[in-house]
Each structure stands twice: as C-alpha cells, then as structure tokens.
C-alpha cells in the first residue's frame, strides 16, 4: 500500500469519527434543549391556586437567573385575570438582603384554547412562555414555566408555600417530585430561596 492510500484511508476513518461525536454532540443538545409538557396537577383550581405565595426553592436555567439573580424574599401574588378563567402573577422580591431594592413584575397567565385546568400561557418580556401548576395543595404548590426558541431552553421550577419558612427537607422532597417529572433535563441543582428576616 502506498503511503497516499494509507494517509486517505486514516483521513476517512478520522473524519467518520468526527461526524459520530458531531452527531452523537447534537442528539445530546437536542435531548436537553426541549420543553417537558407535564400534566397539571389533578386537584387544580384558580381559586385554591390565587392568594398569596413564598418562593422557598426553585430549579432554574441561566435565563431565568438572569432576570431573578440575586433576588431574596421572593413572593408571589396570584390573582384574577382580565380573561375569562385567566388569572395574574405579581412576583416581588429584594435584590441581595431582606429589605433592599424591591423590584416586582406583573405577568397574564392565559388559558389555553382548549382549556386545561392549571396550564397556561404566561406573557413575559414581549414572549409567550408555557406555564402549568402540576402540584397543588392547601399549603404548597409547584409551578413550572418554560421557553424554547433555536438557542436555548429555559426553564424555571418554582416551590411554592403559604408560609415563608419551611422544613428544608420538605423543599428537597419537592424537588425529586418535579424531578420525576422529567422538569429538570438539564440536571440542574435546586436552590433554596432565602426567606429568613424578610417580613
């Protein structure tokens, strides 16, 4: 064999190689870069999801972070909505400690056109986000939003509680329902909102 055919037949064999990682790289991308589509939670209602709610744990991709970094005392109001079986989230928070810097925004959360009781479409930023409450209890709930476009997938699991400060170990509980819930593809760490000091 002359040397030619021996450096073309390693150059094939290095460039299957490199299409097999670059396609094995995609399949990857693609399998994390969607937007689960879980069941809302079968006990929802808008009456026992309004009121007010603490954030008191949350899993969230850099998209969310962006808008929420640094942020503390993180509440929730849920309201009526200006459409039939609408509802508004009011979010409110300090930026770094209890007491400074408030900042608050005020989302619609719109029903589907085909109605499904705790799923929603959320109005941020100029973009509709995919929003749905799949547990939803006297005292706690979780919430999940998610936006998908070409680049990205952000996503944002909220625990939510009636009371500011609970059990840590009851957040964590939450975070492995919303877990096996696939809400989490990217396999990001959940964090604790602090809640100490802010009333």
């Keep these: 064999m002359c040397i030619r055919d021996r450096i073309r037949r390693e150059l094939n064999w290095e460039m299957i190689l490199f299409i097999f990682v670059l396609v094995l790289g995609q399949l990857t991308f693609a399998e994390r870069n969607y937007c689960p589509a879980p069941p809302p939670a079968s006990s929802y209602s808008n009456e026992g999801y309004m009121g007010d709610w603490y954030e008191v744990g949350k899993i969230q991709t850099w998209g969310g972070a962006i808008f929420e970094a640094g942020c503390v005392c993180t509440k929730i109001h849920i309201g009526k909505g200006q459409v039939d079986g609408g509802l508004t989230a009011t979010q409110g928070c300090n930026y770094f400690r209890p007491k400074w810097l408030p900042a608050s925004t005020t989302a619609a959360l719109t029903p589907l056109k085909e109605p499904q009781p705790g799923r929603f479409t959320q109005r941020m930023f100029g973009r509709d986000v995919n929003y749905v409450v799949v547990h939803l209890e006297k005292d706690f709930a979780i919430q999940f939003d998610c936006d998908q476009s070409s680049l990205a997938t952000n ?45």
């Design 155 to 199: 996503y944002c699991v909220h625990v939510l509680s009636r009371t500011p400060v609970v059990d840590e170990s009851k957040i964590r509980s939450f975070f492995a329902f919303a877990e096996g819930l696939g809400l989490n593809p990217k396999g990001l760490s959940g964090t604790i909102t602090k809640q100490k000091g802010c009333a």
